[in-house]
């Protein structure tokens, strides 16, 4: 629906005054004159069209006040413009110096309101979600108790100059096992997922037992844990085999918890990918064992320590809007598309590296990927002026992940 603004009120000192009262949010509109007999007759006719307990008008010397409670956006904004179209508009040089009109048009730029059975609530719409003594309860609670008791360092390590700023090929365990407790910044990794992709230097055709590749994968983990500073974080991204039905999301989540660091949440990648036969989703139109189709993969986030992680504000790049659009933990971007480029069979794209980095570090910070491939998170992080480590056992793989970063230099 067309909603008209009140800029042509005479410049009549206007946008409202908002106060509280009791149930109602009040918005004052100045008439700029003595009330007229039909903008009276208006509060009339509304306050039996419009549920007072929802929303009513009232005339102070010459104020119209608008106490607004709930608004049905639909019926109520559809009252006021046809009751202002058939008896107010012709009384005024144009609709907008309607005052009913403009307190309709100042209701509908209030953006800060909750939803109840369709209608905008304006008052107390958090009140529900409120918890008395929060903090109180949350200390009885023992806030993120598994990671009690652990014997992190504050101390800091410097990363030795050998491993800064580099590619690596060789053996993740056996690299990190040469670096110091607590040199690293923030880790951003996908694993190999154990679906039997063909990766380079691969000598198990990524089709490991399951327990064999969890004990592998989480001995790396742990030295991840050890190497991230206090205050770094650690995200996982993953794709639990829905077929097989292993979620390894919980898993790997569960062995980090177990290790004290600090669960700091979950970002769904949605990859819009709905690229699938309906025909192979289990039982088709049955309910003996229907396939649940997912089109998205997970972020597990988790910090070492404690939740805040301290830097210096010149060295925030990330923007407000950026900031605004990334906290809403879902994240749409398609999927790699040159991964047949850069001849890897499993990549996540820059853009999803860029979000992690510029929301989760700041510039000049230490970047690890202990799983590198072909150079996604050491290519962004050198691009966003973080320093950056990346460890791969394919060679073909850390070629291809220095020359992207010889290519954005």
């Known amino acids: ?70 608004f049905d956006v639909d019926l109520h904004q559809s009252i006021i413009e046809e009751y202002s179209r058939v008896h107010l508009d012709m009384h005024y040089s144009s609709p907008s110096m309607n005052p009913f009109r403009c307190a309709l048009a100042d209701i509908l730029a209030i953006g800060s309101y909750g939803i109840c059975l369709g209608k905008r609530i304006y008052v107390n719409y958090s009140g529900e979600r409120k918890v008395l003594d929060r903090n109180a309860k949350k200390k009885k609670r023992t806030e993120y108790f598994y990671a009690q008791g652990h014997e992190f360092s504050h101390i800091r390590n410097e990363l030795p100059e050998k491993f800064l700023d580099q590619i690596i090929c060789g053996d993740s365990l056996a690299v990190l096992r040469e670096l110091p407790d607590n040199c690293i910044d923030i880790i951003v990794t996908s694993p190999p997922y154990n679906f039997g992709l063909e990766y380079d230097a691969d000598d198990a055709g990524d089709a490991k037992h399951w327990e064999q590749y969890l004990s592998d994968l989480f001995a790396i983990f742990d030295e991840c844990t050890r190497v991230l500073a206090w205050g770094g974080r650690f995200i996982v991204n993953v794709q639990p085999l829905f077929s097989e039905y292993i979620p390894i999301h919980h898993i790997i989540s569960h062995h980090l918890m177990s290790r004290h660091l600090i669960w700091k949440g979950e970002i769904l990648w949605e990859k819009n990918n709905y690229n699938c036969k309906y025909t192979a989703w289990g039982s088709w139109k049955r309910p003996s064992s229907p396939y649940l189709k997912y089109t998205w993969e997970f972020l597990e986030i988790f910090c070492k320590g404690e939740i805040k992680k301290a830097g210096p504000q010149d060295m925030i790049d990330i923007t407000a809007e950026e900031f605004k659009a990334w906290v809403v933990a879902k994240w749409s971007i398609s999927s790699e598309r040159n991964m047949k480029g850069y001849g890897h069979p499993a990549m996540f794209p820059e853009e999803l590296v860029m979000r992690c980095l510029k929301l989760f570090s700041y510039q000049g910070d230490i970047v690890l990927d202990p799983f590198n491939g072909a150079g996604t998170t050491t290519c962004v992080a050198h691009r966003l002026h973080r320093q950056y480590l990346g460890i791969d056992i394919s060679e073909e793989y850390c070629k291809t992940a220095q020359m992207r970063i010889s290519e954005k230099d």
């Open 1 to 70: 629906m067309k909603v008209l603004s009140c800029t042509g009120m005479k410049t009549r000192k206007r946008r409202e005054r908002v106060c509280i009262s009791g149930k109602y949010r009040v918005l004052s509109i100045p008439l700029g004159h003595a009330p007229f007999s039909y903008e009276i007759v208006a509060v009339s006719a509304f306050l039996k069209s419009i549920a007072p307990e929802d929303l009513y008008f009232e005339i102070q010397d010459e104020t119209l006040l608008c106490y607004l409670h709930r």
